[in-house]
């Protein structure tokens, strides 16, 4: 039994070690046409000064698309945050923007657009966006608010409505300051 042992054992070795033997001399095997010949490029490397000019308006192209790609992300997390939403779900149960815009009311536009800062960390928010209502009204929103410290709810100041150069102001609707 331990004579087949041993047959086997050396079998496996010796399979093992003529495998790794042909792996090692495929790799070093260099097979040229002529062998007289070195091997060398038989064409001219490009001109790296070539095409100068349309190399520059391709990096430009890119730098403008990368920034405009930039301004989009950053617009994107404008309109999911939940100041807009409070803003929009406020806008959507007040009677008076209803009478004005009608039922449904949401951002105008293909693309909708968060103008001005919206700084939820350093308690700044002054921004205005475009709104478009059921009745195919359109009008833009208007807030401004602070807070001194991450502690305390936001201070509305503005917080208005402009629809056809008729602004009305959300905070006086309900007769007191609010805040989010």
Request: positive net charge; charged residues 30%; hydrophobic residues 35%.
């Amino acid at each position: 039994m331990l004579k087949l042992l041993g047959s086997y054992s050396r079998q496996r070795i010796f399979h093992a070690s003529r495998t790794s033997n042909f792996m090692l001399s495929t790799k070093r095997a260099l097979v040229l046409k002529d062998k007289s010949r070195p091997m060398r490029i038989d064409r001219e490397l490009p001109d790296p000064t070539k095409d100068k000019v349309k190399r520059r308006v391709q990096l430009g192209a890119f730098f403008i698309a990368m920034g405009v790609s930039l301004a989009c992300i950053f617009n994107y997390e404008k309109t999911q945050s939940p100041i807009i939403s409070n803003t929009l779900y406020h806008l959507r149960r007040s009677a008076l923007t209803r009478d004005l815009l009608g039922d449904s009311i949401d951002f105008d536009g293909l693309v909708p657009w968060v103008y001005g800062e919206l700084n939820q960390v350093s308690g700044d928010i002054n921004i205005r966006f475009n709104i478009k209502g059921s009745k195919g009204v359109r009008g833009m929103v208007k807030l401004v608010a602070d807070r001194e410290n991450k502690n305390q709810e936001f201070l509305i100041h503005e917080w208005s409505v402009t629809v056809n150069d008729k602004k009305i102001d959300l905070l006086s609707e309900e007769g007191e300051p609010k805040t989010l």
